[in-house]
């Protein structure tokens, strides 16, 4: 048990986290381009400047790929600090990250937010 704690904290040590949050944010962007592409379609038939309205399926696409967006710049930032501060420094990025987690997964148990759990974890134990 004290090895596998050990490795734990090993691993978490790493400068890995911003990477795999920029690869979150890649697949998310991704997803939202397959998954919305019907959305997509309307939004540049409307001419894309207030094209959302109050149509609820765009504000969800537009939301979905402004959202990966969001997470890659989180993730920038993630690999840069990592790299240059001391573990201190992350935590709070580390304790943010675990609610919005756990706020996705309460809300939407069968959706990505469970692949922002290791790095947001690995933080706390940096």
Request: a positive charge; hydrophobic letters at 65%.
């Amino acid at each position: 048990m004290h090895s596998l704690l050990g490795s734990l904290f090993t691993l978490a040590a790493r400068p890995w986290k911003g990477r795999w949050l920029l690869a979150v944010a890649l697949l998310h962007t991704l997803a939202a381009a397959v998954l919305f592409a019907p959305q997509w379609q309307i939004l540049w038939q409307r001419g894309v400047f207030n094209a959302v309205a109050d149509d609820m399926d765009l504000g969800a696409a537009v939301w979905f790929l402004l959202f990966g967006a969001v997470l890659a710049l989180l993730a920038w930032e993630v690999t840069a600090l990592e790299r240059s501060q001391p573990a201190v420094a992350l935590r709070p990025m580390g304790w943010c990250l675990l609610a919005l987690v756990l706020a996705g997964v309460v809300l939407m148990p069968v959706s990505g937010f469970w692949l922002v759990l290791p790095p947001a974890l690995a933080l706390l134990l940096r």
